[in-house]
């Protein structure tokens, strides 16, 4: 035992030497011991998005308060999306993790960060109802193009840590919409309506699903994916994401 250990760590420290490996956020050297793609100091950086956030998007309210302006009042009622929480506010660190997920082909971090996602996810108890996890589905094309869905994979790991089940095929993306950045968030929600749909519905009836993507924006794609999950018989949509713009 005390033998494989001492060879476990002569392979590791050895691997360092041959490979060694950068922090993904600020590209310090990180040591033999450090198992994540950050140093300390980045990891540290990881922030659960607050001390007040808003009760239905759970976007972070700058003088607190219940709700932001978008979700106050009976306006809260207009979205499908019941409620939006995050593990992680929009940062250097966490902009790392997401992008190098996203446009670097590092398909590699999904593991870390749906662990994350789950250590942080008692802090939501009230998320803790859902027996449904689905991500947010790409576009045929664009899953081409990248080789993988991104909020697929962390929905896995996730779904791994929190022992539920993950369904990555039941909701599917039926329209490659352009590129939401330029649009605000009106636009953003006419965008995403109707861009995707539920193709079993036996799956999601009487479910409560929570939807699970890299990054909360203004929620329209969420949004667009809930209103498609309850036309289908799901019975409540909640949402939780890795980082929260
Ligand atoms: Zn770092
Ligand atoms: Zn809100």
């Known amino acids: 035992m005390q033998t494989r250990k001492i060879l476990g760590q002569s392979v590791q420290y050895l691997l360092h030497l041959l490979f060694p490996r950068?922090?993904?956020a600020c590209g310090c050297d990180l040591s033999?011991?450090?198992n994540g793609p950050l140093c300390p100091l980045c990891t540290h950086q990881l922030k659960k998005p607050g001390p007040y956030i808003c009760k239905r998007c759970g976007v972070v309210l700058k003088s607190g308060g219940a709700s932001c302006y978008a979700c106050r009042g009976s306006k809260a009622k207009k979205y499908t999306c019941k409620m939006i929480r995050s593990a992680f506010i929009f940062n250097t660190s966490s902009r790392a993790l997401v992008h190098g997920l996203k446009y670097k082909q590092a398909d590699y971090l999904a593991a870390f960060m749906g662990e994350?996602?789950?250590k942080q996810f008692a802090q939501y108890p009230e998320l803790a109802e859902v027996n449904l996890i689905v991500p947010v589905p790409l576009h045929p094309r664009k899953l081409r193009k990248r080789g993988y869905n991104q909020s697929e994979l962390l929905a896995r790991s996730f779904s791994l840590q929190l022992g539920l089940e993950s369904n990555a095929t039941c909701l599917v993306r039926t329209r490659d919409t352009?590129?939401?950045t330029k649009l605000n968030r009106q636009g953003r929600l006419a965008n995403m309506s109707?861009?995707?749909?539920?193709?079993?519905?036996?799956?999601?009836?009487?479910k409560t699903i929570l939807l699970i993507d890299d990054v909360a924006t203004t929620g329209?794609?969420?949004e667009g994916c809930a209103r498609a999950l309850r036309q289908a018989g799901a019975k409540k949509v909640l949402a939780y994401t890795f980082a929260r713009e």
């Open 194 to 206: 109707g861009a995707f749909a539920c193709i079993a519905p036996g799956v999601v009836k009487g």
């Open 32 to 34: 033999a011991q450090e």
């Open 22 to 24: 950068t922090c993904f």
């Open 220 to 222: 329209a794609t969420l």
């Open 178 to 180: 352009a590129s939401q």
């Open 116 to 118: 994350s996602m789950f």
